[in-house]
Structures are given as structure tokens and as C-alpha cells.
């Protein structure tokens, strides 16, 4: 079965920086492009990030402004999330997400991300 667990996150001042892990089981990881959304309180789940299954390319959201950075190490299955710059706006649950087709999606628990003062 797919599993996605993410870990990571925490509190943070503004400004601040944190990585964000995505640990993959369950399905041939190296095969399959991964993706990072987030959902802050009262807003809907909006796309931040995705990597192809190669790690030759990225594309982000433009509200992330350069500000962070995805990866991945298919070695050990695992896909990251560099976050820096950190904004109050960037409070958010971090979920990993990887998509078979058009229809299945498969997510983690999600990490929660806390950017104050």
C-alpha cells in the first residue's frame, strides 16, 4: 500500500528556514514525479511544488517568490521541501502528495508548519 509520511515541521520565526521531509513507501518511488501542497486555516489546499521523477525538474507556485527549494534522493525515497524566508502567510499544513493518472491521488498525514513571532 502507498504510504507518505511526512516530518519536518514546527514552529518558526519569520524570516526563519526549515526542510521538510516526505518519505515514500509502498510503490516504485524513482518512477514517479512527487508533489508538495499546503491548506492554512480556512483556505482551500493549494498547489506549492513538484519535482519530476528524475529530479530534472521543478516548477513552484509563484506565490513561493524563489523562496524554497524541492528535492529528492530516490536512494532513500525521500522527497524535501527547503523552506526559507519563512512568512506568517507560509502557516500551513505541508502534505506530500503523488498522483496516479487523473483521478487517484495518494497524500501523507501532512506536517504542520508555523511561521510567528
Known amino acids: 500500500q502507498v504510504q507518505l509520511v511526512e516530518s519536518g515541521g514546527g514552529l518558526v520565526q519569520p524570516g526563519g528556514s526549515l526542510r521538510l521531509s516526505c518519505t515514500a513507501s509502498?510503490?516504485?518511488?524513482?518512477?514517479?514525479?512527487m508533489n508538495w501542497y499546503r491548506q492554512a486555516p480556512g483556505k482551500e489546499r493549494e498547489f506549492v511544488a513538484t519535482i519530476t521523477s528524475a529530479g530534472i525538474s521543478t516548477n513552484y507556485a509563484d506565490s513561493i517568490s524563489g523562496r524554497f527549494t524541492i528535492s529528492r534522493d530516490n536512494a532513500k525515497n525521500t522527497v524535501y521541501l527547503q523552506m526559507k524566508s519563512l512568512k506568517p502567510e507560509d502557516t500551513a499544513v505541508y502534505y506530500c502528495?503523488?498522483?496516479?493518472?487523473?483521478?487517484?491521488?495518494?497524500w501523507g498525514q501532512g506536517t504542520q508548519v508555523t511561521v510567528s513571532s
Open positions: 502528495n503523488t498522483r496516479r493518472g487523473m483521478r487517484r491521488d495518494y
Open positions: 509502498g510503490f516504485t518511488f524513482s518512477a514517479y514525479a
